[in-house]
């Protein structure tokens, strides 16, 4: 079975700084999607970012970019120019690419903290 | 732009009684699914469903859970007879064969 891991269970940063946010997973598959969503207060799930397994290319978005080594099986979120919105659960996401259903397996989350 | 619907928002029930959470998915996904998030936990998969019956299962969805899509449109999550520690947001979810999934709002649960 697929395991995703957060080791970072808190994490903070000021305002306008730069944070990384840790994953790695576990998984005997090739072809999968690696996803980061943010959970703030209101507990909706947000998608902030996809990274396709195949694509060498590291996924933007506006602030947001990972680092994918696929060959570490690491997945980092990095966030640039942190914003007080920014504060949330982030979770890390796995889902295999085979067909079918698929559902997605989680990390247990990192809470990112703005100090303004 | 298109989105996943969950009523009610906020349910607060009776130990031993049933409930049905409902959403509405996007119109044109193909996959539903169901996950749970007991407070200060990991999301967790329940059951994912597609082309009419269950897809997969985790261990959590036992006897007690059922899903239906009763017409087409609803996708409903029934608890048979609640526990406490069925207290948790229940996330619906919906993906087209190409697309990331989307979640609802969610629904809080609050057994008493």
């Known amino acids: 079975a697929q395991t995703v891991t957060q080791s970072q269970p808190e994490m903070s940063v000021q305002e306008a700084e730069t944070v990384t946010l840790s994953c790695t997973y576990d998984?005997?598959?090739?072809?999968?999607?690696l996803f980061w969503y943010k959970q703030p207060p209101s507990r909706q799930m947000i998608l902030v970012i996809r990274?396709?397994?195949?694509?060498?290319q590291n996924a933007t978005e506006n602030r947001f970019s990972v680092n994918f080594q696929k060959a570490a099986k690491s997945f980092s979120l990095k966030i640039s120019d942190s914003q007080l919105g920014d504060a949330a659960m982030y979770f890390c996401?796995?889902?295999?690419?085979?067909?079918?259903?698929?559902?997605?397996?989680f990390g247990t989350g990192t809470r990112l903290t703005v100090i303004p | 732009e298109p989105e996943v619907t969950q009523t009610p928002s906020h349910q607060v029930t009776q130990m031993g009684q049933e409930v049905i959470l409902r959403c509405v998915p996007i119109?044109?996904?193909?996959?539903f699914y169901w996950y749970r998030q007991i407070l200060g936990q990991k999301v967790e998969f329940l059951v994912s469903?597609?082309?009419?019956?269950?897809?997969?299962k985790s261990e959590i969805f036992d006897d007690q859970f059922s899903v239906e899509r009763p017409d087409g449109s609803n996708f409903t999550l029934k608890i048979r007879s609640t526990k406490l520690e069925d207290s948790a947001m229940y996330f619906c979810?919906?993906?087209?064969?190409?697309?990331?999934?989307?979640f609802g709002q969610g629904t809080r649960l609050t057994v008493v």
């Open positions: 979810a919906s993906r087209g064969v190409n697309t990331e999934a989307f």
């Open positions: 998984t005997s598959e090739s072809d999968y999607y």
């Open positions: 990274q396709e397994a195949y694509k060498q």
């Open positions: 996401a796995y889902r295999s690419a085979n067909d079918g259903a698929n559902n997605l397996f």
């Open positions: 119109s044109n996904h193909l996959y």
């Open positions: 469903f597609y082309n009419n019956e269950i897809s997969e």
